[in-house]
């Protein structure tokens, strides 16, 4: 598995490239010819740094790799070419932050396209009234992904709702991901099949700073599950989508999966998961279907997208609700390694931002119950506003999660805007009793979409 992936992944890369050298080049001179128009001149700066970070085939991208890591800079290759009735997005990029942390891959998206077949024309008397088309049904869409990432610094203060922030323990990690990923639509139903195959490796190393210790200097008894071996895993995953929009005013996007991790070599990790999000969005004044949402911008937007992207210079603001619980399934006498399982506090490992006025990673849990509210409101051209409202908690076991002892988190500040996505917050928060939190973070969604694997 974990040599078959790669192997699949470069020689399927190599053909598409092989077969585009032709309109490579072209998109290489165009870019070329781009760059001399648009940084030839003092004046020119602005256009010359958009065209740095949104320029196809190559473009910098840069954003928030992980909490407690820095932001994280590199380089991005990407192309999108259509094929009969596929449309295939390939990006390979690789940045890396201040303390060294990392992070490279491969990816690519096949989105299945209509036929292009020619339409029997039919001559009749001229309607009355305009005809309303119907909107398009989404589309099938496979996301093909091999990934590295190396975290050198991240937190560990114990498992459960009840740690103390004195507990508090470093470590870093390597994680490779190598998978597939399937979503197919029932037409215009908003259901949507959803099904994985990964091949997980993880390697946890010991880190420390002059205020925390290594995870590893730990007394044995508090050294947590996974800490001193890491089997490689071999996870699945399969669910239900709903994603509907009623009219420009309310959006619905729930999803439930149901994840297996199966450890080969060390049955005694092996656990199953399920994955519950509901999350609804209203639009205070209408969605903007002309503005780019974040799978435009980074590694992974398209040059199609970005060329009609403008600055939202009118009223535009939403408000979220979000529900989200996650419960662990653990054979007797196996256990969750604790890399695999979920936090709260600060934000988590992929970058969610999850009672924000905690540390990052403060609560750690195989089972975890998080309501959340936030509204934001665009206030000056590019500027924002927003606030958010967390609750939630974690569990060691499913019967630890209740309606009960619930920690608390509040936050306010300014976002920085592309189109009507909040790329860049800059946040306080405050409640929960362990003090206030400053974020400023450049929205990790920057260095990749919804079709990349979670880091846990």
């Known amino acids: ?14 053909s598409a490239v092989a077969q585009n050298q032709g309109f490579l080049g072209s998109q290489f001179s165009r870019e070329g010819e781009e760059f001399r128009n648009s940084c030839s001149s003092f004046k020119s700066l602005a256009s010359c740094g958009q065209l740095l970070v949104t320029g196809t085939p190559l473009r910098i ?27 295939m997005n390939f990006n390979a990029d690789a940045v890396a932050s201040i ?19 020619p339409v029997p024309v039919v001559l009749t008397q001229r309607p009355t009234r305009p005809i309303q088309s119907a909107p398009p049904a989404p589309a099938p869409e496979i996301n093909l992904y091999a990934q590295a990432i190396s975290l050198n610094h991240l937190n560990y203060y114990g498992i459960g709702n009840f ?16 998978g597939a990923n399937v979503v197919f639509p029932f037409g215009n139903s908003g259901l949507a099949l959803f099904a994985e195959l990964n091949g997980r490796s993880v390697s946890i190393r010991g880190a420390s700073s002059s205020t925390a210790p290594s995870l590893f200097s730990l007394p044995p008894s508090s050294v947590p599950p996974g800490a001193i071996s890491q089997p490689g895993f071999l996870q699945a995953g399969e669910g239900l989508r709903f994603n509907r929009d009623f009219g420009s005013a309310f959006d619905l996007d729930y999803s439930a999966v149901y994840q297996e991790f199966i450890a080969p070599s060390n049955s005694t990790f092996s656990f199953r998961r399920l994955n519950l999000d509901f999350s609804h969005t209203i639009w205070l004044y209408g969605r903007r279907l002309s503005g780019a949402g974040s799978h435009s911008y980074g590694p992974d937007g398209s040059q199609e997208t970005l060329k009609n992207h403008h600055y939202v210079r009118d009223r535009n603001g939403s408000i979220d609700l979000s529900v989200l619980l996650t419960e662990s399934y653990v054979p007797g006498g196996h256990v969750v390694p604790f890399y695999f399982q979920p936090t709260l506090g600060g934000a988590d490992i992929n970058g969610d931002k999850l009672l924000p006025s905690y540390p990052d990673y403060r609560f750690r849990g195989p089972n975890l119950l998080l309501f959340h509210g936030g509204i934001e409101h665009s206030v000056w051209g590019p500027i924002g506003l927003q606030f958010l409202a967390d609750f939630g908690k974690v569990g060691a076991t499913r019967g630890e999660i209740g309606f009960d002892h619930f920690r608390h988190s509040y936050a306010t500040g300014l976002t920085i805007r592309a189109g009507d996505f909040p790329a860049v917050s800059i946040l306080f928060a405050w409640g929960g009793g362990e003090g206030t939190h400053t974020i400023a973070e450049v929205s990790p969604s920057l260095l990749g979409s919804s079709g990349r694997p979670s880091l846990f």
């Open 99 to 117: 303390n060294q942390s990392w992070r490279a891959g491969v990816y690519v998206k096949l989105t299945r396209t209509p036929s292009t077949a």
């Open 61 to 87: 991208t840069a954003g928030s790799i992980a909490p407690q890591n820095g932001m994280a800079f590199g380089p991005a290759f990407v192309f999108d070419k259509d094929y009969t009735g596929w449309r």
């Open 1 to 14: 598995m974990r040599g078959a992936l790669p192997l699949a992944c470069f020689l399927f890369c190599s």
């Open 163 to 178: 740690t103390s922030r004195n507990s508090l323990a470093l470590f870093g990690m390597r994680e490779v991901i190598e």
